[in-house]
T-cell receptor, first 113, second 115 residues
């Protein structure tokens, strides 16, 4: 079965600095990878996805993610962090032939002024 | 377009009581999902509907949880009787179809506290 690991519970960065939120995955087939963000008392909001094609995927709010097949990773990145980026970030994976989307445990990003 | 609507936003019940949650997906979205998100964990799929049929309910605790989507539009999730460990946020999501490249749209969730 597919699975996702987010090795960091918490990531702290200063405003204006680049940020990276890490994600590794495991699937038996082709990975379909997603990043979602969750603000307090809100549902999950879609940021970006990788299905096929270019390994660098650009998404909402200036975020991007790089698919690395050899390292089975899909790290989320942003060149310059904003205080408003502070939230809970979830990586998710679906096996190409499986409908079940599996989520990681989440990484809490805190951007300090 | 309107988002996925869920109600109520919050619910507090005593253990062994019953509770029901409601979800109205985005118009035209054939696939509907219910997720359970326990504090500190990622969402876990409980059940997936395609129109009014169940596609996957393998992780639904069927001795106490039930869900229906009778007309293929809105859905209800019920817990009877509730246990303390059912305290969580229950998220509803919908998508155009079940294929893997469709993104999900999530509702704001219902936060359940069982005391």
């Amino acid at each position: 079965a597919q699975s996702v690991a987010q090795p960091e519970d918490q990531v702290n960065v200063a405003e204006g600095n680049p940020l990276t939120v890490k994600c590794t995955y495991s699937v038996s087939g082709n990975p379909y990878l997603f990043w979602y963000v969750q603000y307090p008392n809100r549902g999950l909001q879609f940021l970006l996805k990788y299905i096929t094609g270019d390994n660098l995927v650009k998404g909402s709010y200036g975020f991007e993610a790089e698919f690395n097949k050899s390292q089975t990773s899909f790290h989320l990145k942003k060149p310059s962090a904003l205080v408003s980026d502070s939230a809970l970030y979830f990586c998710a994976v679906r096996d190409g032939g499986n409908n079940d989307m599996r989520f990681g445990a989440g990484t809490r990003l805190t951007v300090k002024p | 377009e309107a988002g996925v609507a869920q109600s109520p936003r919050y619910k507090i019940i005593e253990k062994r009581q019953s509770v029901a949650f409601w979800c109205n997906p985005i118009s035209g979205h054939a696939t509907l999902y219910w997720y359970q998100q326990i504090l500190g964990q990622g969402p876990k799929l409980l059940i997936q509907f395609q129109n009014n049929g169940v596609v996957d309910d393998s992780q639904l605790p069927k001795d106490r949880f039930s869900a229906e989507r009778l007309k293929g539009v809105d859905s209800t999730l019920k817990i009877q009787p509730a246990k303390l460990e059912d305290s969580a946020v229950y998220l509803c999501a919908s998508s155009l179809g079940p294929h893997s490249n469709y993104g999900y749209t999530f509702g704001s969730g219902t936060r359940l506290t069982v005391v």
